[in-house]
């Protein structure tokens, strides 16, 4: 047969499915008992009274038959185990960096770094501070200054990179500032707490170099680095014949180490890395470690899960598979654009943002109307988003409140569990929702914590 193979426009999942897991259906009764009972934070709602979690993409994703292989056949030793070994080559085969101190989740990394760099007169430059990131720094008596680019914080503007580090800011808040009172450079691929919109490799470089021009070390936050890797694949000069994985090769060779979540583009359940090339700072960075996370030859995590990292790190740069992730993003924008509901634009790595403030306008910015919006997806279709707005970031360190910058919902997509029916149906949900947005009420705090207050505020929502 001698066919014309045509251009496929169909992106299918790159996998099929070995092992199932039930998901669980409620009535419109039981998730009004249940959001009530949580205090109405989504947070606080157990997983089975959740029909599709898109809570977070952190440590959700399922692992490949080869990553439980690797596990089973892991070595647990206390120090110097195999399974480090092979941990720690996957980790500088990708990034380069000299040092891999393995921790047990992407905070405890970044605990540890800024517990050596930051005290009350030190400020970090980042494109977007994920909270985790600035809340640490805080703790610290440290400012975190975000420093995005314009688009970047204008959910409807298109622009194929609207994560960049503003690099006229950057160097303005360094001369402003001062480099002594500035322990690192940071950037964050894809700027999660920005829309999950990637960093140019162009910005990268740029950005490293006005760092290393003030002698300031340059870090990336690396957390979704091979979903990074792919836009810039795919929409920047220069780069559409290279892999994936030369693109983060390229990527992390600009800079002087990084933090790492491994539930993310590690593709585990748990775990993460501290990474970086200066000796001095590794082994101070060791010696806290030892005190807070483990033996440096596991830090907080499993032989076993340093086995599935070190598989994973190689699984999230597959081409196939970051086509069908990126993808299955994109056709949740298209879908929900087509119906109305206002996004930010255009759809980045791992989460949909719905602009809950463009959406809701009758809300006012005082009573969270991406808090409501989440809570009205559970209502009508028992899906469990999360609120990137004014309850995740409005709360100051001095008390008082601000709106943040954004009232986003994001819709964030576990690695390798959802398929296209289960989007067709979040599209049908958002759809109903917005056809009685009026309906939705804003929503008041009724108790929170001083940090971090999100994950165990309780709400009241208003008549
Ligand atoms: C998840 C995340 C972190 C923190 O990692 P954890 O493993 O959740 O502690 C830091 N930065 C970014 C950009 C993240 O997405």
Redesign the pocket.
């Known amino acids: 047969m001698q066919f014309e193979y045509p251009h496929i426009k169909t992106i299918i999942e790159p996998f099929r499915i070995k092992s199932l897991e039930p998901i669980f259906f409620t009535t419109p009764q039981e998730r009004q008992q249940a959001l009530a009972a949580a205090g109405y934070n989504p947070f606080r709602l157990h997983a089975d009274q959740v029909l599709i979690d898109l809570l977070?993409d952190?440590?959700t994703g399922a692992m490949s038959a080869r990553q439980w292989a690797g596990m089973i056949s892991s070595d647990e030793s206390y120090a110097g185990a195999s399974s480090f070994y092979r941990f720690e080559a996957a980790v500088k085969d990708i990034t380069g960096f000299k040092h891999v101190i393995p921790t047990h989740?992407?905070?405890?990394a970044?605990h540890i770094l800024f517990t050596m760099l930051v005290d009350s007169s030190k400020t970090v430059l980042n494109n977007t501070h994920?909270d985790?990131?600035r809340a640490n720094i805080e703790a610290l008596r440290g400012q975190a200054l975000d420093l995005v680019i314009p688009e970047g914080r204008q959910p409807q503007t298109l622009h194929p990179f609207k994560g960049n580090i503003d690099l006229g800011a950057l160097r303005a808040a360094i001369e402003r500032i001062g480099p002594a009172n500035i322990p690192l450079v940071m950037i964050?691929v894809t700027?999660?707490?920005g829309g999950g919109q990637p960093v140019s490799m162009a910005n990268i470089r740029a950005a490293s170099a006005i760092a290393h021009e003030y002698g300031l070390p340059f870090f990336i936050?690396a957390?979704?680095f091979a979903e990074n890797s792919w836009f810039i694949k795919t929409r920047e000069d220069g780069y559409a014949d290279k892999a994936p994985i030369d693109i983060a090769r390229e990527m992390f060779s600009y800079a002087d180490g990084c933090?790492m979540?491994?539930?993310?583009d590690g593709m585990a359940n748990i775990g993460?890395f501290l990474a970086m090339n200066n000796d001095e700072l590794a082994q101070r960075c060791r010696n806290l470690e030892i005190l807070t996370e483990g033996f440096p030859t596991y830090g907080g995590m499993a032989g076993y899960d340093l086995e599935a990292i070190a598989l994973g790190l190689y699984e999230a740069l597959n081409p196939d598979y970051l086509r069908y992730r990126i993808r299955s993003i994109e056709y949740l924008g298209e879908k929900l654009t087509a119906a109305g509901i206002p996004i930010v634009r255009p759809t980045g790595g791992h989460a949909l943002y719905i602009d809950a403030r463009a959406m809701l306008p009758h809300i006012a910015l005082e009573h969270y109307p991406a808090w409501s919006l989440n809570n009205a997806l559970y209502l009508m279709g028992g899906i469990r988003g999360v609120e990137i707005g004014s309850v995740m970031f409005g709360l100051q360190p001095d008390g008082s409140e601000k709106p943040a910058a954004m009232d986003l919902v994001r819709l964030a997509f576990p690695r390798r569990v959802y398929t296209q029916s289960h989007v067709d149906y979040m599209v049908e949900i958002c759809a109903a929702i917005n056809q009685q947005r009026e309906k939705v009420t804003g929503h008041r705090i009724v108790w929170q914590a001083p940090v971090l207050r999100h994950f165990t505020v309780q709400m009241q929502p208003l008549p």
């Open positions: 977070t952190s440590g989740q992407g905070r405890a970044e994920f985790t990131t964050t700027n999660n707490s936050d957390c979704r933090t979540s491994a539930k993310k993460g």
